[in-house]
């Protein structure tokens, strides 16, 4: 990969966190490695500043609704893998792109004018105890 960066002159910086298992290279001409600092990527990345709340509240959300309805039918909720899969599958999809765009936003990236647009939706980062 280095070698075809070089060959179309082109920078490329890889940010990495920094994981002990993560380890430097030598040698690279275009790429340059750049370790984040201690404790920094819970603040740093935008999936830990809201967007896997959002989806784990929403995984519990639907598991709930799903024990409350077998329970009222006198039934126990038999959840296989293959159910955990949709589970996982509907809550990524009910994710919003303002979730995203906002927890983009809150770790400084800005893209457009347009970005700026998407407000935040505080509803949309509520634990589920508080949707309840």
């Given at each position: 990969m280095d070698l075809n960066f070089s060959k179309q002159k082109r920078k490329v910086a890889l940010i990495s966190n920094n994981c002990t298992a993560h380890c430097t290279v030598d040698g690279l001409k275009s790429i340059e490695l750049i370790f984040l600092p201690p404790n920094s990527t819970c603040v740093l990345q935008p999936l830990d500043q809201g967007i896997i709340q959002n989806f784990k509240s929403t995984y519990r959300?639907?598991?709930l609704?799903?024990?409350i309805s077998a329970n009222?039918?006198?039934?126990?909720?038999?959840?296989s893998v293959l159910n955990a899969i949709f589970y996982i599958d509907q809550s990524w999809n009910m994710?919003?792109?303002?979730?995203i765009a906002n927890c983009f936003r809150r770790v400084g990236f800005h893209s457009s004018p347009e970005s700026e647009e998407l407000l935040d939706d505080d509803d949309e980062d509520l634990p589920l105890t508080e949707l309840a």
């Amino acid at each position: 990969m280095d070698l075809n960066f070089s060959k179309q002159k082109r920078k490329v910086a890889l940010i990495s966190n920094n994981c002990t298992a993560h380890c430097t290279v030598d040698g690279l001409k275009s790429i340059e490695l750049i370790f984040l600092p201690p404790n920094s990527t819970c603040v740093l990345q935008p999936l830990d500043q809201g967007i896997i709340q959002n989806f784990k509240s929403t995984y519990r959300k639907l598991l709930l609704q799903d024990m409350i309805s077998a329970n009222e039918r006198k039934e126990q909720l038999q959840v296989s893998v293959l159910n955990a899969i949709f589970y996982i599958d509907q809550s990524w999809n009910m994710v919003s792109q303002k979730t995203i765009a906002n927890c983009f936003r809150r770790v400084g990236f800005h893209s457009s004018p347009e970005s700026e647009e998407l407000l935040d939706d505080d509803d949309e980062d509520l634990p589920l105890t508080e949707l309840a």
